[in-house]
């Protein structure tokens, strides 16, 4: 079965850290690009962050920048996300997906993360 | 930045209606556009990808046309599963963005 399945999520204070991990099954992990996306309770979705297929091309949203990390290790068909600094605009189920051509194709269930103090 | 204007914003329609999505771009975006569905607690499904390519295992109700800057995503007789939220996005360039939603609910 295709899939791909995030952990990492939870609560954490303002100026924390968190990493998150998305692990693929299914399909040949090296060969995709990957992507975190991010939706805020009751808001639409957001890109965060995109890593190419041999890390060679990152990209982050200005929203993220400085503060997060997206990583990828092709042997353990895991791709992460370092999250410091966290705010509370932070706060949003974290989702991983791949790319197909213009397209994010397989999509993790998604892990939560709640920024408060 | 690439901004990506969906309308409308909230969609009454009822079962068998053919209805019509629009998702405008602030600059020109060649094809690089997909389209998802997204149901309450779910992750997003991939309808279409660059425009008009139909993801598969997709219900060939769902099309999806346009270039430039206007693309609209059809679909041609509404199903009960289909009252859900739809969202756009482009791959053009950095950083991707999405479009705000349509939210289709029952009339």
């Known amino acids: 079965e295709v899939q791909l399945v995030e952990s990492g999520g939870g609560l954490v204070k303002p100026g924390g850290s968190l990493r998150l991990s998305c692990v693929a099954s299914g399909f040949t992990f090296s060969s995709y690009s990957m992507n975190w996306v991010r939706q805020a309770p009751g808001k639409g979705l957001e890109w965060v962050s995109s890593?190419?297929?041999?890390?060679?091309?990152?990209n982050y949203a200005d929203s993220v920048k400085g503060r997060f990390t997206i990583s990828r290790d092709n042997a353990k068909n895991s791709l992460y996300l370092q999250m410091n600094s966290l705010r509370a605009e932070d706060t949003a189920v974290y989702y991983c997906?791949?790319?197909?051509?213009?397209?994010?194709?397989?999509w993790g269930q998604g892990t939560t993360v709640t920024v408060s103090s | 930045d690439i901004q990506l204007t969906q309308s409308p914003s909230f969609l009454p329609a009822s079962v068998g209606d053919r209805v019509t999505i629009t998702c405008r771009a602030s600059?020109?975006?060649?094809?690089?556009l997909a389209w998802y569905q997204q149901k309450p607690g779910k992750a997003p499904k991939l309808l279409i990808y660059?425009?008009?390519n139909l993801q598969s295992g997709v219900p060939s109700r769902f099309s999806g046309s346009g270039s430039g800057t206007e693309f609209t995503l059809t679909i041609s007789s509404l199903q009960p599963e289909d009252f859900t939220t739809f969202y756009c996005q482009q791959f053009n360039s950095y950083p991707l963005t999405f479009g705000g939603g349509t939210k289709l609910e029952i009339k």
């Open positions: 997906a791949n790319r197909i051509d213009d397209g994010m194709d397989v």
């Open positions: 660059s425009a008009s």
């Open positions: 890593i190419s297929r041999s890390s060679g091309e990152i």
């Open positions: 600059q020109g975006i060649n094809s690089y």
